[in-house]
């Protein structure tokens, strides 16, 4: 069964950064579309980035407006791990951080990131505080 374990939140001031890390055990992270979701208190989760193969060897990755130029989203196939690189970090992106998975290809095609039910498998979360 695959289980996704999300580490390296914390606390950063603004302008900072942060380097989450989501784990996979029990199955090969490449044959899977990974998304990074997040929460902040009282509002709905929302859609990061997601990262899908177009080939073993090349990746696509999309991200949501309000992060694109500041967030990257990589697969790490030889540690099993997808990363979420957080630069120039905003009060605004303070929320917990979830990665999700599901075995599809076609997911993240389009520049598109689906929503959080088109994901079957959920990490527990790490929370990111950004100080301002």
């Known amino acids: 069964q695959l289980q996704l374990v999300e580490s390296g939140g914390g606390s950063v001031k603004a302008g900072g950064s942060l380097r989450l890390s989501c784990s996979f055990s029990g199955y090969q992270v490449n044959y899977y579309a990974i998304a990074w979701f997040r929460q902040a208190p009282g509002k709905e989760r929302e859609a990061v980035a997601c990262?899908?193969?177009?080939?073993?060897?090349?990746?696509?990755?999309n991200y949501a407006d309000s992060v694109r130029g500041r967030f990257v989203v990589s697969r790490d196939k030889f540690y099993n791990k997808v990363h979420l690189q957080l630069d120039d970090l905003k009060p605004e992106d303070t929320a917990v951080y979830y990665c999700a998975a599901r075995a599809a290809a076609q997911l993240c095609s389009g520049g598109l990131i689906e929503g959080p039910s088109e994901y079957d498998v959920w990490g527990q979360g790490t929370q990111v505080t950004v100080e301002g």
């Open positions: 990262v899908s193969s177009i080939s073993a060897k090349e990746d696509r990755t």
